[in-house]
């Protein structure tokens, strides 16, 4: 049972360019989220997914994109990659029919745009 | 909407003392709290949940305390240890939206 896992784990990007973070669960969690991680601003949603095919905007979710094709995935887009993306992302699934609502976070990947 | 704050952006104590991290949350209509605990370089580890039908429960060494009234949710770290050093988040939750709203961190630091 690995939980939740995130790949990659560090990524360097060009300014335009794009990328995938992928994020997955074992657990068969309903809901699942990303957030970004900045200095001293705690964790902000980016956007979540309460059931395969389905997405949701978050707090943040200017210039990223999601999906969730299967219930275990949950895809994060940069579609064209800004200084201001770079933070530490995690990404964290929750609730199943057996267990409660807390939240269950990945590694984080840590994402530098020049 | 909900807005969750923090009384102490960083606490040191003594290996052996006991540590208390507080957390204010805006919405009284909130019925789940839950603390994380954050190592450098990890993603936030769940470490103990209440419900709002309950004002205090413990776990091992740690006790989190809720008190309805003026909003307002605290963690215990009985005999803290430098393991315990970390960042540490309450994040609060209402209702039927499945979002957490998560607090800035505390950074409690454990002296030997």
């Known amino acids: 049972n690995a939980g939740v896992t995130q790949t990659p784990k560090f990524r360097v990007l060009k300014t335009g360019q794009s990328m995938t973070l992928l994020c997955a669960q074992d657990m068969n969690h309903e809901y699942m989220y990303w957030y970004r991680q900045d200095p001293g601003m705690g964790l902000r949603l980016i956007h979540y997914s309460v059931g395969e095919g389905t997405t949701a905007k978050g707090e943040v979710p200017d210039g990223y994109n999601v999906s969730r094709l299967k219930k275990q995935n949950f895809l994060l887009g940069l579609e064209s990659a800004a200084p201001s993306q770079t933070s530490v992302y995690f990404c964290a699934s929750s609730y199943s029919t057996s267990g409660g609502f807390e939240q269950y976070f990945g590694p984080g990947t840590r994402l530098t745009v020049t | ?112």
């Open chain 2, 1 to 112: 909407g909900e807005s969750v704050g923090l009384h102490l952006p960083t606490l040191s104590v003594q290996e052996g003392d006991n540590s208390i991290i507080n957390c204010a949350y805006s919405n009284s209509a909130s019925d789940y709290f839950i603390w994380y605990k954050q190592e450098s370089g990890k993603g936030p580890q769940f470490i103990i949940d209440i419900r709002s039908n309950m004002d205090k429960r413990q776990g091992q060494r740690v006790t989190v305390l809720l008190n309805k009234t003026v909003k307002h949710l605290s963690l215990q770290i009985a005999a803290t240890q430098p393991g315990d050093s970390a960042v540490y988040f309450c994040a609060v939750l209402r209702g039927s939206n499945y979002k957490l709203t998560f607090g800035k961190g505390t950074l409690l630091t454990v002296n030997p």
